[in-house]
């Protein structure tokens, strides 16, 4: 079994700053990737950032230059530090993780999500 357990998120005003962790936990051999994702009231789940096991990021336009991801393979952890903040930022913030458990197959895993609001 693999969980994803996400912290960090919260009320913040516009330009502020929040940082969210997201720990993967359980049998795993490999961690491929990881992701945060994020989905507002009547919108579909978009990807935010990515970070790959060797570290490589990408990021969506929307985000470019004001979230950074980053990742810890010690810890099996992937932040994402958002700054200025905007309101369309708002959303619930799903962690999403590509992985190898014990005794199954490659496969992606979600976290339960987080919400995000900004608003002043």
């Known amino acids: 079994q693999v969980q994803l357990v996400e912290s960090g998120g919260g009320l913040v005003q516009p330009g502020g700053s929040l940082r969210l962790s997201c720990a993967a936990s359980?049998?795993?051999?490999?961690?491929?990737?990881m992701a945060w994702y994020r989905q507002a009231p009547g919108n579909q789940r978009e990807l935010v950032a990515g970070?790959?096991?060797?570290?490589?990021?990408n990021y969506a336009d929307s985000v470019k230059g004001r979230f950074t991801i980053s990742g810890d393979a010690a810890k099996n952890t992937v932040y994402l530090q958002m700054n200025s903040l905007k309101p369309e930022d708002t959303a619930v913030y799903y962690c999403?993780?590509?992985?190898?458990?014990?005794?199954?197959?490659?496969?992606?895993?979600w976290g339960q999500g987080t919400q995000v609001t900004v608003s002043s």
């Open positions: 359980g049998s795993i051999s490999m961690i491929y990737g």
């Open positions: 970070i790959t096991s060797g570290g490589n990021g």
């Open positions: 999403n993780a590509d992985i190898i458990a014990t005794y199954t197959d490659r496969r992606r895993y």
